[in-house]
T-cell receptor, first 115, second 111 residues
Framework: GNSVTQMEGPVTLSEEAFLTINCTYT??????LFWYVQYPGEGLQLLLK?????DKGSNKGFEATYRKETTSFHLEKGSVQVSDSAVYFC??????????????FGDGTTLTVKP | DGGITQSPKYLFRKEGQNVTLSCEQN?????MYWYRQDPGQGLRLIYY???????QKGDIAEGYSVSREKKESFPLTVTSAQKNPTAFYLC??????????FGPGTRLTVL
């Protein structure tokens, strides 16, 4: 079956530091890949996505590149802010009928950015 | 504004009671999902539905029930058979195999 493995947290950084959160996946088909963000007490929001190999998703200074050869989709940001403190989830969705369009989520990585 | 709503935001249940959590979307999405999130944990799929009048069990369906009588609505009932229901419940919708849109969540506490 499908699976997503995320870098374990929590991650604590100083403001303006470089961020990487690792994500690798296992999938039987050709999945779409996503990063979601969850702020305290809220639902998840889509941060970025990529639908095929070598695509780069980007939003709000965050980037991730779909690497089929390494089955990875690492999240990066060049300079984090306090407002980026949240939980980040990597996820995939494949198009096989057997999975019925369900998404598979990683366990989430908690990021805290200190001023 | 298109979106997905959940109500109530907070819900308290006494032992032995059934409670129903509401989820409504006006995004014209075919698929809808219910997840449970425990403190510091990831998401666990309870039930999902790809089409009206059809739904499938997820990974932790025991003690929960759902219905999908309308495309816009996917209510979740937490029954008395669910022994540890205190958690944060998230509803989501999507076009099949696309990104999911999440509601703001309902926090259920058993008294």
């Amino acid at each position: 079956g499908n699976s997503v493995t995320q870098m374990e947290g929590p991650v604590t950084l100083s403001e303006e530091a470089f961020l990487t959160i690792n994500c690798t996946y296992t999938a039987t088909g050709y999945p779409s890949l996503f990063w979601y963000v969850q702020y305290p007490g809220e639902g998840l929001q889509l941060l970025l996505k990529a639908t095929k190999a070598d695509d780069k998703g980007s939003n709000k200074g965050f980037e991730a590149t779909y690497r089929k050869e390494t089955t990875s989709f690492h999240l990066e940001k060049g300079s984090v802010q306090v407002s980026d403190s949240a939980v980040y989830f990597c996820a995939l969705s494949d198009h096989l009928n057997t999975n019925a369009g369900k998404s598979t989520f990683g366990d989430g990585t908690t990021l805290t950015v200190k001023p | 504004d298109g979106g997905i709503t959940q109500s109530p935001k907070y819900l308290f249940r006494k032992e032995g009671q059934n409670v129903t959590l509401s989820c409504e979307q006006n995004l014209n999405h075919d698929a809808m999902y219910w997840y449970r999130q425990d403190p510091g944990q990831g998401l666990r799929l309870i039930y999902y539905s790809q089409i009206v009048n059809d739904f499938q069990k997820g990974d932790i369906a025991e003690g929960y029930s759902v219905s999908r009588e309308k495309k816009e609505s996917f209510p979740l009932t937490v029954t008395s058979a669910q022994k540890n229901p205190t958690a944060f419940y998230l509803c989501a919708s999507s076009l099949i195999s696309n990104e999911q849109f999440f509601g703001p969540g309902t926090r259920l506490t058993v008294l």
